[in-house]
C-alpha cells in the first residue's frame, strides 16, 4: 500500500511558477513509474507529466511541454512538478499517481496508475 501526499498548490498570477511536491508512503517508492495528472471543473482529468523509477525517463503532455519539469528523489520518496509561465487555463486540481506495473513514461498516459493522491489546487488569475 502506497499513500501519496500532494502539497504546493495555490493562487498564482499568469506568468508565475508554482513547484509541487507528492511524498509518497513505503519504502518501494523507486519501483513506481510515477506522474502528474490535472482536472479542471467541468473537463476530464488528463495526463500531465510522468518520470520513469530511477528518474532519467521523461514524458509531458504537449500543454505543458517546456513550462513544466518533472522529477524525483528516490532517497527522499518524493515527486515534484515545478511549473513555470502558468497560465489560466492551468487552473486545476493537480493529483500525483503511482504505477508499479507501467512500461515506460510514454505509457504511463494510458495505464491504470494503483495510486492517487488526493490533489492539490492550482489556480492561476490572469
Known amino acids: 500500500q502506497v499513500q501519496l501526499v500532494e502539497s504546493g498548490g495555490g493562487l498564482v498570477q499568469a506568468g508565475g511558477s508554482l513547484r509541487l511536491s507528492c511524498a509518497a508512503s513505503?519504502?518501494?517508492?523507486?519501483?513506481?513509474?510515477m506522474g502528474w495528472f490535472r482536472q479542471a471543473p467541468g473537463k476530464a482529468r488528463e495526463f500531465v507529466a510522468s518520470?520513469?523509477?530511477?528518474?532519467?525517463?521523461?514524458y509531458y503532455a504537449d500543454s505543458v511541454k517546456g513550462r513544466v519539469t518533472v522529477s524525483r528523489d528516490n532517497a527522499k520518496n518524493t515527486v515534484y512538478l515545478q511549473m513555470n509561465s502558468l497560465k489560466p487555463e492551468d487552473t486545476a486540481v493537480y493529483y500525483c499517481?503511482?504505477?508499479?506495473?507501467?512500461?515506460?513514461?510514454?505509457?504511463?498516459?494510458?495505464?491504470?496508475?494503483?495510486?492517487w493522491g488526493q490533489g492539490t489546487q492550482v489556480t492561476v488569475s490572469s
Open positions: 499517481a503511482a504505477d508499479r506495473k507501467a512500461r515506460s513514461v510514454v505509457i504511463f498516459p494510458a495505464s491504470s496508475p494503483d495510486y
Open positions: 513505503g519504502r518501494t517508492f523507486s519501483s513506481y513509474v
Open positions: 518520470i520513469s523509477r530511477s528518474g532519467g525517463g521523461t
